[in-house]
């Protein structure tokens, strides 16, 4: 008798438990979830636009550093150093432009009192000196303070 | 064991019955209370207001709204997305308080400021000139902030007189200072700095104020031009031609940098005018009131 009252009061208890359990699941409205990517967060896989002569600069700039400036070690005191400053320009405004702007460069590397003056800090303590903002083109210009350490 | 639980049976029956209703009702009091009503909804959303969590906050006045229809909630839903820098969505709000009667003037305000920090300087300058819901209480804030706007971007600078007569006089001197700061900068221009480059090499770059790389320019490119003439003097062609083709590129590297640097400059003087402005109207709040609920 007092086995099946037992019985009778646990199925009760299990019961009411079961009843009344997770009711938080309800009442906050799980929402589906969808994992596809949206089409304005895709990466943009479009390949930099391989001109002829950069690949040539590339190539001789691949030289260098294989011949010359592995051996050297890491002098240059800009960043990016001056011979991918000289890629770079290339890739940014064209072989000409861009020859200009590193000869720019080259002369503003030869100034043995640049300082951080005139120049933000790359987080490694160099120069940062990108060649965007030499472009000519006012609205690429990204101005950063001198002396500001830039991540 | 068995003679045990027989013994207490009814022991283990009061127990059982005790313990029965607290299972079944454990979980009814926060039925009862229903979180979720409109009321709890503001209440949450006034806590999370004051605690400065305007996102959350948003959520749960926007809940309450769909229930009851409240000024002072549908005032403070925009105002947290304007403290959480959505300012589309706060002029939207604001705009829908214009009617309003305890807080129209105020919604109004918000309104202009919205627009303000949403940088659409045009939309709040033609607002303004087609007199578009002024708060005439705020009219003379919302005049201020019309003019200060000038400052944000490249149109044309009103007359000295009205502008300098909207703001208070403790105000004036630096106002003055930053007007013509914006009128007549202090600019290079990448013209003169290439000319004079042109000129004499590294003179673009003095103009500029880059001195060192200046006489670095002039001193690289002289030394080149002298080698090249003391080799072709001494019938030295081919390393004459070398010099003279390192010394010309240079020569030409240094015209464009010296271009370069005066855009690079300009950019400089722009970015200290904006930095200088907004700092200057940041830690003044703008001359604007703070509105409180």
Known sequence: ?151 | MKGFLINNKFLFCIYFLFLLPIVLYSQNYIDQQNLFSPESRLKFGSYLYSEEDYLRASVEFREYLKYVDNDTVRFKFATCFYKIGRFQEAADNFKGLFTSRNLQQESKLAYYKSVFFQKNYSLFRISFNNEFHIPWDYKDEIKRLYYISFFFDNSVLPDTNNFFSSFPDSNKSVIKQFYFRKKFPEYKNPTTAALLSGLIPGLGKIYVGEITDGFTSLLVTGVLTFLAIDNFKHNHNFRGWLFAGLGAYFYGGNIYGSAAAAQIFNAGVKFNFDSDVRLYFEKRNYLLPEIKL
């Not at chain 1, 009061?9 to 949206?38: G, R």
């Not at chain 1, 690949?55 to 592995?70: A, E, M, P, Q, W």
């Open chain 1, 1 to 151: 008798m007092l086995s099946r009252f037992l019985i009778i009061t646990f199925i009760l208890l299990l019961q009411s438990s079961c009843n009344f359990a997770q009711t938080d699941w309800v009442k906050w409205n799980a929402q589906e979830v969808s994992y596809t990517i949206d089409d304005q967060v895709k990466p943009n896989k479009t390949a930099v636009n391989q001109t002829f002569p950069l690949t040539v600069v590339s190539f001789f700039r691949n030289l260098y550093g294989l011949f010359i400036s592995d051996l050297d070690g890491d002098n240059c005191p800009f960043y990016p150093s001056c011979s991918n400053f000289f890629v770079q320009s290339v890739g940014e405004a064209g072989l000409i432009k861009g020859s200009l702007m590193f000869s720019d460069r080259f002369l503003r590397d030869l100034n043995l009192l640049k300082g951080k003056n005139q120049y933000p800090l790359y987080k490694i303590g160099k120069f940062y000196d990108p060649p965007y903002n030499y472009t000519l083109s006012q609205e690429k210009i990204i101005y950063q303070i001198p002396g500001k350490v830039i991540d």
